[in-house]
């Protein structure tokens, strides 16, 4: 009798051992890229509490685990929820609440979706973005003449796409008491015949900011939710915000005690309050981190508003202009160099790069675990590029700028200096990393565009063959971790996100396709079957 007690207590605790533990999500019959150090991959995933806790073989999971919600992936493909490493996603909320000018082939298309929209919205304001001359048969900029003269009641204020210049009506100069004597440093008020055209570039835009109707936090909030919703249905579950008003983080703060989940990693705008003022704003929380300043050194590209060494090619009285000078930049450095914040600086041209990296470097001294960041480092001259891995400093960049600039950067850059121009994987070997993103809205928010334009380097009609300076380009591999793991890095996220490992958030995305494997000419028609946020789905096709 005694034997046969003790041979039934072992055999239930045998039964008791064996008895699978509870996790509120499993995954299986998947291939899933975990994106770990070793680039390794399984078939199933645990999830509990929000976070991932076991990833392996399908039996082993099976066997381990059970939970209340149990998906069959269909042998689809899971990544880490996908990053991006540079947008503005405020500005984009809230654009898409207005004219859309995305596309436009013309001056006159632009101005026919000005009429229908002054139809179908009762307000005197026309305020939209995305117009683009170098998309247009007539590439110079437009003037406001026929703004003025079929739309004499409606004050105008049109951003190109990059958001780098303005094109707005008489009534709005008139308001923001733009004349031909205003100058403006580190911007321009383009003339024609002794008086503004309308257009306005990079600094001078702050003068019909100053004037134009600006939305409450109600209309931010409402666009933010929305927002969230289409980047959830491009598997993005956090975003770097670039430029952001205190008032804006502390919104975002509110807003993610409320309904939004989305995670965003918030840059602040530098400003003069802010200078002595950084330690007490940081914030880190599980979706918003706030420890970081973004500064502007120059323009855009496509507005010949980026600071160059040499001359425009197709303008040569004209290198660009830097909004911030190198003083400021250095400034700035210092300053966040003794508050332990993260400095990030939007340099587009090798100009701007080169005050840039120097001005960093002189306060970073050597190597470091900074992660101070070029925000876009387009156009770098080939002598500055071993300044980013001198000092660590991580080149933050958009694969799709080159894909969208290809037709005409090379009239901006000429035949020698476009070779320098978006050189993705030169870059990334200088610190063996390179976060990726979109800056949506000035691109589309797609990070499977991302993902294609890194690794494939043309257009979805595949132009040019063999790729925009193929040579530029990365692996796939290193497209993936670009969008994900790299991505968190550049946001010392890398221990919370950024992969599917035990430990981290389940933030995951599930595709209908392999995209280390599928033909390149699939990649672009990537369907998102699911997204999920902690384990919770926030999307699903």
């Known amino acids: 009798m005694m034997r046969n007690l003790l041979f039934l207590s072992l055999l239930m605790i045998t039964i008791g051992c064996n008895e699978p533990k509870q996790a509120d999500l499993i995954i299986h019959n998947a291939t899933i890229y975990t994106v770990d150090d070793a680039f390794s991959s399984a078939e199933a995933v645990a999830v509990k509490d929000g976070k991932i806790i076991a990833v392996g073989a399908e039996h082993e999971i099976l066997n381990a685990y059970t939970a209340s919600e149990i998906i069959d992936a269909r042998h689809g493909f899971v990544y880490p929820g996908f990053i991006d490493a540079h947008s503005h996603i405020l500005g984009y909320a809230i654009e898409k609440q207005r004219l859309d000018l995305v596309g436009t082939k013309s001056f006159d298309e632009v101005v026919s979706r000005i009429k229908a929209y002054t139809e179908s919205v009762e307000s005197k304001w026309v305020m939209g973005r995305g117009w683009d001359q170098n998309d247009w048969e007539e590439q110079t900029f437009p003037t406001n003449d026929t703004l003025q003269h079929l739309f004499p009641d409606h004050f105008i204020a049109l951003k190109r796409i990059d958001g780098h210049a303005y094109l707005v009506s008489n009534n709005v100069l008139e308001l923001a008491q733009i004349s031909q004597e205003t100058r403006v440093d580190g911007g321009k008020i383009l003339l024609a015949n002794g008086k503004p055209t309308g257009i306005l570039i990079d600094e001078a835009m702050r003068l019909v900011k100053a004037v134009?109707?600006?939305?409450?936090?109600?209309?931010?909030?409402?666009?933010?939710?929305?927002?969230?919703?289409?980047?959830?249905?491009?598997?993005?579950?956090?975003?770097?915000?670039?430029?952001?008003?205190?008032?804006?983080?502390?919104?975002?703060?509110?807003?993610?005690?409320?309904?939004?989940?989305?995670?965003?990693?918030?840059?602040?705008?530098?400003?003069?309050?802010?200078?002595?003022?950084?330690?007490?704003?940081?914030?880190?929380?599980?979706?918003?981190?706030?420890?970081?300043?973004?500064?502007?050194?120059?323009?855009?590209?496509?507005?010949?508003?980026?600071?160059?060494?040499?001359?425009?090619?197709?303008?040569?009285?004209?290198?660009?202009?830097?909004?911030?000078?190198?003083?400021?930049?250095?400034?700035?450095?210092?300053?966040?160099?003794?508050?332990?914040?993260?400095?990030?600086?939007?340099?587009?041209?090798?100009?701007?790069?080169?005050?840039?990296?120097?001005?960093?470097?002189?306060?970073?001294?050597?190597?470091?675990?900074?992660?101070?960041?070029?925000?876009?480092?387009?156009?770098?001259?080939?002598?500055?590029?071993?300044?980013?891995?001198?000092?660590?400093?991580?080149?933050?960049?958009?694969?799709?700028?080159?894909?969208?600039?290809?037709?005409?950067?090379?009239?901006?850059?000429?035949?020698?200096?476009?070779?320098?121009?978006?050189?993705?994987?030169?870059?990334?070997?200088?610190?063996?990393?390179?976060?990726?993103?979109?800056?949506?809205?000035?691109?589309?928010?797609?990070?499977?565009?991302?993902?294609?334009?890194?690794?494939?380097?043309?257009?979805?009609?595949?132009?040019?063959?063999?790729?925009?300076?193929?040579?530029?380009?990365?692996?796939?591999?290193?497209?993936?971790?670009?969008?994900?793991?790299?991505?968190?890095?550049?946001?010392?996220?890398?221990?919370?996100?950024?992969?599917?490992?035990?430990?981290?958030?389940?933030?995951?995305?599930?595709?209908?396709?392999?995209?280390?494997q599928c033909d390149k000419e699939a990649i672009l028609n990537t369907a998102i079957l699911k997204t999920w946020l902690n384990g919770e789905l926030v999307h699903e096709q």
């Not at 980013?388 to 080159?402: E, R, V």
């Not at 320098?420 to 610190?431: D, F, R, T, V």
């Open 212 to 516: 134009v109707p600006q939305p409450d936090d109600r209309f931010k909030a409402a666009a933010l939710l929305s927002a969230q919703e289409h980047c959830f249905a491009t598997g993005l579950t956090s975003v770097c915000a670039g430029g952001l008003s205190v008032a804006d983080v502390q919104l975002l703060e509110r807003l993610h005690r409320a309904e939004l989940k989305i995670r965003i990693y918030a840059m602040y705008s530098a400003a003069p309050e802010l200078m002595d003022a950084m330690e007490k704003l940081s914030i880190k929380t599980e979706r918003l981190t706030a420890h970081s300043i973004k500064v502007y050194a120059d323009g855009a590209l496509g507005s010949r508003g980026a600071k160059l060494l040499e001359p425009y090619s197709d303008d040569t009285s004209n290198t660009g202009l830097m909004i911030s000078p190198k003083d400021s930049i250095s400034h700035w450095a210092k300053a966040c160099f003794e508050a332990g914040f993260q400095l990030n600086v939007h340099c587009i041209g090798d100009g701007a790069n080169r005050f840039t990296l120097d001005a960093m470097g002189e306060v970073l001294g050597g190597t470091n675990d900074r992660r101070w960041r070029i925000e876009h480092a387009q156009v770098v001259h080939p002598e500055d590029r071993s300044k980013f891995g001198a000092f660590n400093i991580l080149p933050s960049m958009q694969p799709t700028h080159a894909t969208s600039d290809m037709y005409w950067a090379e009239d901006r850059l000429g035949k020698e200096r476009i070779h320098h121009a978006y050189a993705l994987k030169s870059l990334m070997l200088e610190n063996g990393l390179i976060p990726l993103g979109t800056d949506f809205p000035v691109e589309g928010i797609s990070p499977i565009a991302t993902f294609f334009a890194a690794a494939v380097r043309t257009d979805r009609e595949g132009f040019p063959k063999g790729g925009f300076n193929a040579e530029e380009g990365l692996t796939r591999e290193e497209a993936l971790r670009g969008i994900t793991i790299w991505a968190a890095i550049a946001n010392f996220e890398d221990d919370s996100r950024g992969s599917v490992e035990v430990g981290k958030f389940a933030d995951l995305v599930l595709l209908d396709k392999d995209l280390l």
